[in-house]
């Protein structure tokens, strides 16, 4: 009895290992191919029609998906918080369906991000914002009626923050917020939240800008009397 215990706990434990090792790290993309491309870790693809779209619409000609069945999804697992989950899609003589990108926080319960009813005739680039707390997004044909969805190009990034430095604090004028190193090109966001009890905490953005590749400086103009947490995040588009 003790041997047969240990061996269901050992594979268990072998599962949960291989579960853990099954997960993105962020950014993740894949461009393509998709049927018969190699996923990356972290990512499932299930029921992929072929051949692959051509021309794809990410324009690296490696091919879009075919998404043709009730049930066709791609799937990526990932293991911590995302900003942005960017994508192509496009409806070929899609009618009567649904096409949901949805999101999770355990990959049992799923919430919709956005539906298609009506997928873009021609490919569209989307971007949403994943939840903070959620470590699985999916595309999946929800329920087929006539034609089929071309998915391409799909982004899953990172939500970075920045060590800020805050150089001055002051009630009823303006907080300002330094951040020591910024890069050139991208985005930084200044926010704000007056409680971190609740899960997720709700941050407020009050200012941005552009790196420098050096200093920033971030302002909260109305500051409030009350207290304030402030974070810096890097927003690049
Ligand atoms: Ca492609
Ligand atoms: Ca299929």
Redesign the pocket.
Same mark, same amino acid.
């Given at each position: 009895m003790r041997t047969a215990k240990g061996g269901a706990i050992g594979m268990l434990l072998a599962l949960a290992a291989q579960a853990v090792f099954a997960q993105a790290t962020l950014p993740t993309v894949h461009t393509g191919p998709w049927q018969y491309g190699v996923p990356p870790a972290g990512w499932t693809f299930? &029921? =992929? &029609?072929g051949p692959d779209y051509l021309p794809d619409y990410d324009g690296i000609n490696d091919g879009a998906a075919? =998404? +043709?069945?009730t &049930? +066709?999804f791609i799937e990526i697992a990932f293991n911590e918080p995302a900003s942005q989950l960017s994508f192509w899609i496009r409806g070929l003589t899609f009618a009567g369906g649904i096409f949901t990108v949805e999101e999770s926080t355990n990959g049992v319960a799923w919430t919709a991000l956005q539906t298609y009813a009506d997928p873009p005739t021609n490919a569209a680039f989307q971007v949403l914002t994943p939840s903070p707390a959620a470590r699985f997004v999916r595309f999946i044909?929800t329920s087929r009626g006539t034609g089929n969805v071309g998915i391409d190009g799909i982004t899953l990034l990172k939500e970075d923050f920045v060590q800020p430095v805050i150089s001055g604090a002051t009630y009823g004028g303006t907080n300002s917020i330094s951040v020591l190193e910024t890069v050139l090109g991208r985005t930084y966001v200044l926010e704000y939240t007056r409680g971190l009890d609740a899960v997720p905490a709700l941050w407020t953005p009050v200012d941005s800008d552009a790196g420098t590749g050096g200093g920033l400086v971030l302002q909260d103009l109305s500051p409030t009397n009350a207290a304030r947490f402030y974070r810096v995040r890097d927003a690049t588009p």
């Open positions: 299930s &029921g =992929l &029609g075919k =998404l +043709d069945g &049930g +066709d044909y």
